[in-house]
């Protein structure tokens, strides 16, 4: 594997149900990102993980709550959701660097539809 | 409020010619830009990334960069209609945090 993978690509989740989504980046990087993207609207930055320590929650709801076990794995935990937290969730991950130069590299993606 | 703004387009340009995609931002104080491709229903692909005032070439991509007019833009030559997508805009403001562009659609006709 290469790059930043994600899985699963697809699910479908009532409101009641818990599940979880996962990233695993191959490129050796120290800071992972959740990003959520709903139609005709931006990206929206929802964690920042750095060294695998939370340095951003965006005013993100509860009922999304992410890990980050090792610098190279990051999950999102999918609890209790709403119909409009159906989006596509992208995984990035980059290497931080003082001079503000990181760049950042996406994964697939997973579609979200919440029922 | 950090903000970049975008033409969301569609911007419709014949095959061959030079598309140009603009982007401003809102904060004086960003030190990093960059240019996302998104085909539907994928994720975003870096194209370029600049980082001083002037011109940065790649291929067919030009990245334009003038900070004093807190203006970024890309040109594409020689338009392809693989070149068709979403075009995203992101502007790295301090740290590693990233604020996009809602994305301008460029179709590319054949």
């Known amino acids: 594997e290469t790059g930043v993978t994600q899985t699963p690509r697809h699910l479908v989740m009532g409101m009641t149900n818990k599940k979880s989504l996962k990233c695993e980046q191959h490129?050796?990087?120290?800071?992972m990102y959740w990003y959520k993207q709903s139609a005709k609207k931006p990206l929206e930055l929802m964690f920042v993980?750095?060294?695998?320590?939370?340095?951003e929650n965006n005013s993100v709801p509860s009922r999304f709550s992410p890990e980050c076990p090792n610098s190279s794995h990051l999950f999102l935990h999918l609890h209790t959701l709403q119909p409009e937290d159906s989006a596509l969730y992208l995984c990035?991950?980059?290497?931080?660097?003082?001079?503000?130069?990181?760049?950042?590299?996406f994964g697939p993606g997973t579609r979200l539809t919440v029922l | 409020q950090k903000e970049v703004e975008q033409n969301s387009g569609p911007l419709s340009v014949p095959e061959g010619a030079i598309a140009s995609l603009n982007c401003t931002y809102s904060?004086?104080?960003?030190?990093?830009f960059f240019w996302y491709r998104q085909y539907s229903g994928k994720s975003p692909e870096l194209i370029m990334s600049?980082?001083?005032?002037g011109d940065k070439e790649d291929g067919r991509f030009t990245a334009q960069l003038n900070k004093a007019s807190q203006y970024v833009s890309l040109l594409i030559r020689d338009s392809q209609p693989s070149d068709s997508a979403t075009y995203l805009c992101?502007?790295?403001?301090?740290?590693?945090?990233?604020?996009f562009g809602a994305g301008t659609i460029l179709r590319v006709k054949s």
């Open positions: 990035a991950s980059s290497q931080e660097r003082s001079d503000g130069t990181d760049t950042q590299y």
């Open positions: 490129l050796g990087h120290n800071a």
């Open positions: 993980y750095n060294f695998k320590e939370q340095t």
């Open positions: 904060d004086r104080g960003s030190q990093s």
């Open positions: 600049i980082y001083s005032n």
């Open positions: 992101a502007v790295n403001a301090y740290g590693n945090k990233l604020v």
